[in-house]
């Protein structure tokens, strides 16, 4: 592989992996709060997609549907999670078969609505273009989600670490159960958990859009991966969601690159040697496997 | 120790959890056919010692002999084939399950498990009557979790005996059950094979002298004192540390 | 005198089942009829054998649909490259794919339980997916594998649409009774007790990492049966039936039907099954429809139908 490639790819992995830790943050923190793992995640990141490609016909502005279709997901995450997963507090394997059944109704709706093509979103004027780069051209829209995920992550961070919002996560990933026992409103710290990792979610789609467009299946790949991202990780853990992705995004790239059709089997055996040798993967606490 | 009779032995066993020293350099040795009893304030490490001796905790340090056997990195069910059963202080029982299914599956166990076809009817049969020696004849068809506590006490005992063990660990066989309901298990215990060895741990102090042939005392995680229940009603450290403040010893 | 008459209706019914193509082909529908038939039963087999992990097991697997896709293409890959339509030979290479994949994938996740285990089973899954989307050269990616030929069976034709019913028929009907000789057997019982209390089980001296590994095994070689007997009746394979989509609808039939029963499944199949082909035709939100009649039943009525069943009889009786 020439050094140009080389360079070239690195970035790919890069931008790649920081659009897998927005994707992933969201079904961490769900993860961590309500240990709940939600498959309908990919249905939220595919419905994120499609609100932003109304947006953008609609207004012509990238940077609204950037806000717009975030909120989207959050509100219907803040209705879902009342309407639905209350119910069946406490069954935590019930709630993850319960958020099937949104993701089967979510991606047949989206298909009734906006159809079953594959669509297109363009990059933002300004970011659309390529920038030269060591021998060859390199787009700017993937420098900027680089410099997006990065940027999440540190904001992400912060709050994590620093703020009475961060505390009260660190603490409820710790143990829920308790924060309720100390007079929290476990109703609605979990109603906003589920809605803030919805948004995620969300936001993971409107970002990804420009790059990989929107088609059908988009949602099970996405879920994919952020299954992967936060197993590898760690479970319900900021550091697990960014170590997770800054490995898996670069190794899948690579795989593809190297391997060909045979990438995935990269992504397998990095999941076999996690589950064989780190079971609570890399940053994480959480046992997965005996 | 090498020529010893002891069935079990086990020879400096630690077990940390954190800074915590739960076992701290334990060493004990039972004879085929003893019956031992493990007494200690809670917190002493007699839950831990017995988490170790199956096997569903590994030690930080020292080993466990059964039969001679080198079993401390052996699995639990291993274990259980070479001949320990263990009644849980918390029951463990399959709550959906008959009373009869529960103990067939003990039963069955010897046998394993690779049968695909075939039915269980043998098996039913030596389940209902180890049900009938544990007083719960006629309540073969209930489900576990329909049970009272002493009837489930009374299940909990008969499924770790379907097994056929050598060696058998009663974590506070009376826990939870009325006076009338602990002197009946007290004095089915009592009756079990001379030849079954079987290590308790006990809270009730008339059980454990009615029961022991021998008794240990834990402490913080150490054996404070080791002998027979004569020798360990008049040892002074015993009384202080334990037996005095709990119980009056007639 | 009871017993022989339950197994003599029994006998009946499935002599009915089985001849289902030639005491109906006097109705305008037959034809259309048999091949929404023969598509209930293959899926009713598929999620018996999931069935026997989620239900009987404990198993919660969303990564079903490997094994059938394995089961399916290597059946298929089998006639094509061998030049055979032995169905001994296709049949045994679709399950000893399966098996073999099962294995793999099992060793990884045995030792994973509940929403792990779920987790982990739906992720090989759709790296088992995506790698037969890919691998366009020996899977036909995207486009699928297409010409699947029609078995014969020791020189019989099974080629016409009536006869592979017929196979497809005759094989729901083993393994069901197959898999009710197992759920009634030592092994069965011991797969319930690793399901109710896998401490207990493992104090009781039994394996259960090894025992959950078999389960897999064998409920990953059923359900690569059955999906041969899908490629030998669509003449098709589609990547789509190694997807996150087949998973999810053999574990909506599992559920609908009611986890833990062999009928269940069997009812369940029948109802998604006509879900998709025949209320798709009236509604283009088929899956929204089954997406809510699943929601409804994880709410209102986890032990799937058999269990409202249960309950009405025990009401009844009362």
């Known amino acids: 592989m020439s050094p140009e490639l080389l360079f070239e790819q690195a970035l790919n992995g890069l931008s790649f992996g920081a659009l897998l830790f927005i994707l992933a943050a969201g079904l961490s923190l769900v993860f961590g709060m309500m240990d709940v793992v939600n498959l309908a995640h990919g249905a939220f990141y595919m419905l994120g997609a499609y609100v932003a490609l109304s947006v953008v016909q609609r207004t012509g502005s990238f940077w609204l549907a950037l806000v717009v279709a975030p909120l989207a997901l959050g509100i219907l995450g803040v209705i879902l999670e009342p309407l639905l997963l209350r119910r069946l507090r406490g069954r935590h394997l019930d709630q993850v078969l319960l958020t099937i059944g949104v993701s089967l109704v979510i991606v047949d709706q989206i298909g009734a609505i906006w159809g079953r093509e594959v669509r297109s979103l363009a990059a933002p004027a300004g970011l659309d273009g390529s920038v030269p780069l060591v021998g060859g051209e390199y787009p700017v829209y993937r420098l900027f989600v680089i410099g997006f995920g990065v940027l999440l992550a540190a904001v992400v961070s912060v709050v994590h670490q620093r703020t009475k919002v961060g505390m009260l996560i660190r603490a409820g990933v710790e143990d829920a159960e308790m924060l309720g026992a100390l007079g929290v409103n476990t109703d609605r710290l979990f109603a906003a958990t589920f809605a803030v990792g919805a948004a995620l979610a969300g936001l993971a789609g409107v970002v990804a859009a420009p790059v990989f467009g929107l088609q059908p299946g988009m949602d099970g790949d996405a879920l994919i991966y952020s299954l992967v991202v936060v197993v590898v990780g760690g479970l319900g853990t900021l550091g697990g969601a960014i170590a997770g992705s800054a490995l898996v995004g670069p190794a899948d790239t690579f795989g593809k690159v190297l391997f060909q059709e045979f990438a995935l089997a990269v992504i397998f055996a990095i999941v076999a040697l996690v589950l064989l040798f780190r079971p609570t993967g890399l940053l994480g606490r959480i046992r997965v496997a005996r | 120790m090498g020529a010893s009779a002891a069935l079990i032995e086990v020879h400096d066993l630690t077990r940390t959890f954190g800074g915590v020293r739960a076992l701290d350099g334990v060493t004990l040795a039972v004879r085929a056919g003893e019956r031992r009893a493990v007494i200690g304030p809670n917190g002493a490490g007699k839950t831990t010692l017995f988490n170790v001796l199956t096997g569903e905790l590994s030690p930080t340090a020292g080993s466990v002999r059964l039969a001679g056997r080198d079993i401390t990195r052996a699995t639990t069910w291993q274990r259980a084939r070479w001949g320990l059963a263990r009644m849980y202080q918390r029951n463990e029982l399959f709550a959906p399950l008959s009373a009869r299914e529960n103990v067939a599956l003990a039963v069955a166990s010897r046998a394993g498990p690779y049968r695909l076809f075939g039915s269980s009817g043998a098996e039913s049969k030596m389940a209902d009557e180890l049900l009938a020696k544990v007083g719960l004849a006629g309540r073969e068809s209930s489900a576990a979790r329909a049970l009272s506590h002493g009837e489930r006490r009374q299940l909990e005992l008969a499924v770790s005996l379907a097994q056929g063990p050598e060696v058998l660990l009663l974590d506070e066989p009376t826990a939870g059950m009325s006076p009338a309901e602990t002197a009946r298990i007290t004095e089915l215990i009592a009756s079990l094979d001379r030849a079954l060895t079987i290590l308790i741990v006990e809270h009730d102090m008339d059980v454990v002298f009615r029961l022991a042939d021998r008794i240990s005392v834990l402490h913080e995680g150490r054996v404070i004192a080791d002998g027979a229940p004569g020798q360990i009603r008049g040892d002074v450290r015993v009384n202080e540390v334990y037996l005095g403040k709990a119980v009056t010893v007639g | ?318």
């Not at chain 3, 399966?98 to 739906?122: D, E, K, Q, S, Y």
């Open chain 3, 1 to 318: 005198m009871r017993r022989v008459a339950t197994w003599l209706a029994i006998a009946v019914a499935a002599a009915g089942l089985v001849a289902f193509p030639y005491w109906s082909a006097g109705w305008e529908s037959s034809r259309f009829a048999t091949t929404v038939l023969r598509d209930i039963l293959v899926f009713a087999i598929f999620a018996l054998s999931l069935d026997l992990l989620v239900g009987f097991a404990g198993m919660p697997s969303l990564g079903h649909a490997a094994f059938f896709g394995a089961g399916a293409y290597a059946a298929g890959i089998a006639s094509q490259r061998l030049a055979t339509s032995e169905l001994a030979v296709t049949l045994a290479a679709a399950a000893a794919s399966a098996a073999l994949l099962a294995l793999v994938i099992g060793a990884l996740v045995v030792r994973t339980a509940g929403i792990f285990f779920l987790m982990l089973t739906l992720a090989f899954a759709q790296i088992v997916f995506a790698i037969a989307f890919q691998w366009t050269s020996v899977t036909g990616g995207s486009n699928g594998l297409a010409g699947v030929g029609r078995p014969d069976l020791f020189g019989i034709d099974l080629s016409s649409s009536e006869r592979i019913y017929v196979l497809v028929a005759v094989a729901f009907l083993a393994i069901a009774l197959g898999l009710r000789a197992i759920v009634h057997s030592p092994y069965g019982r011991a797969l319930v007790g690793v399901r109710e209390n896998e401490r207990r089980m493992r104090a009781l001296g039994y394996d259960t990492t090894r025992l959950r590994l078999s389960a897999f095994v064998l409920a990953g070689t059923i359900a690569g049966i059955a999906g041969a007997l899908s490629a030998y009746s669509l003449r098709f394979v589609s990547a789509q039936d190694v997807g996150i989509g087949t998973s999810i609808r053999g574990f909506v039939m599992v559920l609908i039907g009611g986890a833990g029963t062999l009928v269940g499944p069997v009812l369940g199949a029948a109802i998604v099954t006509y879900i998709e082909r025949v209320l798709s035709s009236a509604t283009p939100v088929a899956e929204t429809v089954l997406g809510l009649v699943f929601i409804g039943f994880v709410l209102l009525a986890r032990q799937g139908l058999v269990g409202i069943g249960r309950a009405a009889w025990a009401q009844a009786r009362r």
